[in-house]
């Protein structure tokens, strides 16, 4: 069975298995680990683990939207500065 039948494209569907993943691996952390290590950010912000994984995955969902609206496609710049980001996110937010 193929994706026709809701006319995704396999980087579409990459991207939602992806954050599927993403979620089931923050869920198996928070099994093992609880509490999410709350911390305050360069923001002011008293974040935990799931709290900046939403926040890097609606940073880069901005960054892209951007990207296509001023510049187009190809999209493997964005990419580079949403992984970027969300990594910086994670480190200081």
């Known amino acids: 069975m193929g994706l026709s039948w809701m006319a995704w494209t396999w980087p579409t ?3 939602f298995c992806f954050v599927a993943l993403a979620i089931a691996t923050m869920g198996v952390w928070e099994y093992f680990s609880p509490g ?3 911390r305050d950010g360069v923001l002011g912000l008293h974040t ?3 709290d ?3 926040i890097s995955l609606l940073g880069s969902a901005f ?3 951007a990207w296509l609206g001023l ?3 190809p ?3 964005p990419l580079a500065i949403a992984i970027v980001y969300g990594l910086a ?4 937010v």
């Open 13 to 15: 569907a990459a991207f």
């Open 36 to 38: 999410g290590g709350p």
């Open 48 to 50: 935990t683990r799931g």
């Open 52 to 54: 900046r994984l939403f």
């Open 63 to 65: 960054i892209f939207l």
């Open 71 to 73: 510049i187009g496609t």
């Open 75 to 77: 999209l493997w710049a």
């Open 89 to 92: 996110v994670f480190r200081w």
